[in-house]
């Protein structure tokens, strides 16, 4: 497994909460016009982020989309061992819709922690990523996997990645593939079905869950004498979605990523979901 404190993990920890804390938030479209009044014209999402039972900060995720284009947003705020690590991480993502597809145009990652901070901004032309400001570089090893050309191509950022994930006809949300790249990574995550739970609600009222298992496998720009070939070997994440009914789409219940030390979960707080025609169609905590 991997130290879910150490710096060398922010990108990592906050492009896997960014994707997974707004997985299935966005239901499936088919056509542009059509698919903007499936799409909601806005989602906020808020997690409680915990690591063995002991609170550690929040997740906001925010999403708008407007007129074909979409604007996403995901915040991360974590506090551990009395405030001696904190770490703080926000990414901004924009495009345009085109039927059930999503394209990207921007992409902006910043964090900071006790010791360093760092930023990522990428822009996109035709599907393809066409410039990269990265820092600070991973440092240079004779192991590192160098990100070629045709990386760059079809693949979309962590956020953008969320949108694409469901299609037409998908029957089960856990069913995907996401090609990322972060900046400096490319990677995939693969979701595959891992059963149902029943959740029951203050009310009495009972769903049914659907838990997915994701893996993580990384493509290049990583080193392969670092923890990245151990991540992609253990790290088994567990993601339970909950479905919205109203607003046809799914939510993420809870989010359990596997450490060394223990698990981070991230559990739903709260969520608000927003019609294109209505004020709000739904709500869940």
């Known amino acids: 497994m991997y130290n879910a404190l150490s710096p060398r993990s922010s990108r990592l920890r906050l492009a896997a909460i960014s994707v997974l804390a707004t997985l299935g938030l966005i239901g499936p479209v088919s056509t542009t016009e059509a698919g903007e009044q499936r799409w909601p014209s806005h989602v906020t999402a808020n997690y409680d982020i915990s690591f063995n039972g002991f609170g550690l900060g929040q997740f906001v995720f925010k999403a708008d989309v407007r007129s074909g284009h979409y604007q996403l ?6 506090s551990a061992l009395f405030g001696f690590v904190n770490w703080h ?8 819709l085109g039927g059930s597809r999503t394209v990207p145009s921007s992409y902006s990652f910043d964090f900071r922690s006790s ?20 820092n600070p ?5 004779p192991e590192f996997v160098p990100v070629d ?30 090609k990322i790249f972060d900046g400096i990574q ?4 693969v979701t595959v079905p891992n059963g149902t739970e029943q959740l029951k609600a203050n009310s009495g009222a009972t769903s049914v869950l659907q838990v997915c298992e994701m893996r993580y496998l990384p493509i290049s720009g990583y080193d392969r004498g670092g923890e990245t070939p151990s991540l992609a070997r253990n790290l088994r994440i567990r993601i339970s979605l909950r479905q919205v009914p109203e607003a046809g789409l799914f939510i993420p219940h809870e989010i359990k990523i596997p450490t060394a030390l ?4 991230l559990a739903l707080e709260k969520a ?7 004020d709000q169609v739904a709500s869940a905590d």
Request: aromatic fraction near 2%; charged fraction near 20%.
């Open 73 to 78: 947003s995901g915040d991360a705020e974590i």
């Open 272 to 278: 608000e979901i927003k019609a294109q025609s209505r």
């Open 137 to 141: 570089l991973p440092p240079a090893s």
């Open 262 to 265: 223990g698990s981070i979960v």
């Open 89 to 96: 991480g926000v990414t901004q993502t924009s495009g345009r």
């Open 149 to 178: 050309r045709s990386h760059l191509t079809g693949v979309l950022d962590p956020l953008t990645a969320v949108m694409a994930m469901t299609r037409p006809g998908t029957s089960n949300p856990c069913n995907q593939r996401l």
């Open 115 to 134: 010791d360093k901070a760092g930023s990522v901004r990428m822009a996109f032309s035709k599907e393809r990523i066409v410039s990269i400001a990265a």
């Open 186 to 189: 490319r990677f995939d995550l």
